[in-house]
């Protein structure tokens, strides 16, 4: 526990963290878990001092495991969108830059037959 959670809850301040933890339920394979730690300081009736601490820890893991998920599927739907829609501006000035290439050629030759005819 930090000592800043410490000197908060001794002032008579709730403190709360969160941690990453090691759970040994099976000593062969422990299991990382998230967990937010909240100190509350027991305060003696008379005089307001701080005569101990409750401390209460409720783990996370799930809650944080699906917001993280939920943030990379919103980036990557965002990152999908852009690219579909840089691809197609560029495709739009890619058709509109070869017709008028096309205009300009047509136009040569159009101007070539005409000269060539009038010969």
């Given at each position: 526990?930090?000592?800043?959670?410490?000197?908060?809850?001794?002032?008579?301040?709730?403190?709360?963290?969160?941690?990453?933890?090691?759970?040994?339920?099976?000593?062969?394979?422990?299991?990382?878990?998230?967990?937010?730690?909240?100190?509350?300081?027991?305060?003696?009736?008379?005089?307001?001092?701080?005569?101990?601490?409750?401390?209460?820890?409720?783990?996370?893991?799930?809650?944080?495991?699906?917001?993280?998920?939920?943030?990379?599927?919103?980036?990557?739907?965002?990152?999908?969108?852009?690219?579909?829609?840089?691809?197609?501006?560029?495709?739009?000035?890619?058709?509109?830059?070869?017709?008028?290439?096309?205009?300009?050629?047509?136009?040569?030759?159009?101007?070539?037959?005409?000269?060539?005819?009038?010969c």
């Amino acid at each position: 526990m930090p000592q800043s959670i410490l000197a908060s809850t001794a002032d008579g301040q709730l403190a709360s963290n969160l941690n990453s933890i090691e759970i040994l339920a099976n000593p062969d394979s422990p299991q990382q878990a998230d967990v937010v730690e909240t100190f509350l300081p027991l305060l003696d009736a008379t005089d307001d001092t701080v005569v101990g601490v409750i401390g209460i820890t409720r783990d996370v893991t799930a809650t944080l495991t699906s917001q993280i998920a939920e943030t990379r599927s919103s980036i990557s739907n965002f990152t999908m969108l852009s690219l579909g829609s840089v691809f197609l501006i560029l495709l739009v000035f890619i058709f509109i830059a070869d017709a008028k290439i096309f205009r300009a050629n047509w136009k040569k030759f159009a101007t070539n037959v005409s000269s060539t005819t009038d010969c």
